[in-house]
């Protein structure tokens, strides 16, 4: 592991799920518009192998109403995709818990649909069996803003972290001077268009700048 301070997320211990991303539940998402979700899912499937963090997911009742895991999560490669037996909470299927604790991490980084529920559940029963937890609501969503508001209160009463995506991004990240940092560039122009509209403009002001003084 790396010495970071232990308020800041080490990529080294971390494990990335994302916990019932399925095309039903996205309907009833209330808190944020779908493609912004969306958007935010994305981002973090690519954060995930620029940083080799590895990736764990799960589908509650695939097949009946709340539907399959949406294309951004079902295809991602090399990530561990656990069926489950009906649980509600993800936590509550062994070989959930047994997918986590294969990864050897103990670092969580938790995002799902419902927030209040699928993201809400797991992540008060990992802080219960010692894991430090960090939720990314911007990648989860839910039924209302006031259910969101009520679980971010229970879930940091219990020990858990709420960031957002663009925060996680850059915490991972730390500096722009590592050889992979056009592939985090990418990641923040696709996470907000319009600092990807400004990396376009100044790139092309750049290359006119070299032209000019040859």
């Known amino acids: 592991m790396s010495n970071l301070p232990s308020t800041f997320i080490d990529p080294s211990d971390a494990v990335l799920l994302l916990i019932d991303h399925q095309s039903g539940l996205f309907q009833t998402v209330k808190d944020l518009d779908v493609p912004t979700l969306k958007r935010h899912v994305k981002a973090l499937v690519k954060l995930a192998k620029v940083a080799n963090i590895p990736v764990v997911t799960t589908a509650s009742v695939p097949e009946g109403p709340n539907g399959p895991l949406i294309p951004e999560v079902s295809n991602i490669p090399n990530a561990t995709y656990v069926p489950r037996n009906g649980e509600i909470n993800a936590w509550d299927n062994p070989n959930f818990v047994k997918a986590v604790e294969d990864t050897g991490k103990k670092t969580l980084i938790i995002a799902g649909t419902w927030t209040s529920v699928c993201m809400a559940f797991p992540t008060l029963s990992a802080l219960a069996e010692g894991f430090q937890v960090y939720d990314i609501i911007d990648a989860s969503g839910t039924t209302s803003d006031m259910s969101k508001d009520i679980t971010l209160a ?22 722009w001077n590592r050889p992979d940092a056009e592939e985090f560039a990418s990641i923040y122009a696709e996470l907000v268009p319009n600092y990807g509209l400004l990396i376009e403009s100044y790139g092309t002001a750049y290359e006119e700048g070299k032209k000019s003084s040859e």
Do not use: K, L
Not at 159 to 172: Q, W, Y
């Open 154 to 175: 229970r879930m940091v009463q219990a020990g858990a972290v709420p960031v957002d995506t663009v925060s996680f991004v850059s915490e991972v990240q730390r500096t």
